[in-house]
């Protein structure tokens, strides 16, 4: 099976979910020991309950991004079934999670995205659509091929 080109933009774009969805499971692996201890022996019960449907809705939503964002990625059926078979063990969803989003990172700056903190940038999205600059997102629509870029005056590659 050949591989299949990624969809740069929804890796960018689907990225930036992901990582605000580790800081929520992060959170709740965290609040499963640490909350039950601090409230008490009458109230552990509820407050346990509580973190654990908010994991549960956390996992859910996070199984939903990794498959998104690895099918953006042009991953194999297999790797993707795995890796979210991998997302219903705790504290290995974390792993997970940190494995897709190293891959989507080291995918986009490849292709010379500046990744920050929460993943890449809005402005720097419009570099990845086909058809566009890759210095600073303009619409090559109507230019020579390898003609230099009116806005920044960048020079396509050829790969």
């Not at 080109?5 to 580790?22: D, I, M």
């Not at 705790?90 to 292709?111: G, R």
């Not at 990744?115 to 210095?135: F, T």
Request: some cysteine.
């Amino acid at each position: 099976m050949a591989k299949r080109t990624p969809n740069y933009e929804l890796v960018a774009k689907r990225q930036g979910s992901l990582l605000f969805l580790v800081l929520g499971l992060l959170i709740t692996n965290v609040a499963m020991f640490v909350l039950p201890p601090v409230v008490g022996p009458a109230a552990a019960g509820a407050a346990f309950m509580g973190v654990g449907i908010l994991y549960w809705l956390c996992l859910l939503v996070g199984l939903v991004l990794v498959i998104r964002l690895m099918v953006a990625e042009g991953k194999h059926p297999v790797v993707i079934v795995l890796l979210s078979l991998l997302m219903f063990l705790p504290i290995i969803n974390l792993l997970v999670l940190v494995h897709v989003n190293s891959e989507a990172t080291l995918t986009l700056k490849a292709q010379g995205i500046k990744i920050g903190l929460l993943g890449a940038p809005k402005s720097e999205w419009a570099k990845l659509k086909p058809g566009h600059c890759r210095g600073c997102g303009y619409d090559r629509a109507g230019i020579e091929l390898l003609g230099a870029c009116p806005e920044c005056g960048r020079i396509p590659e050829i790969r």
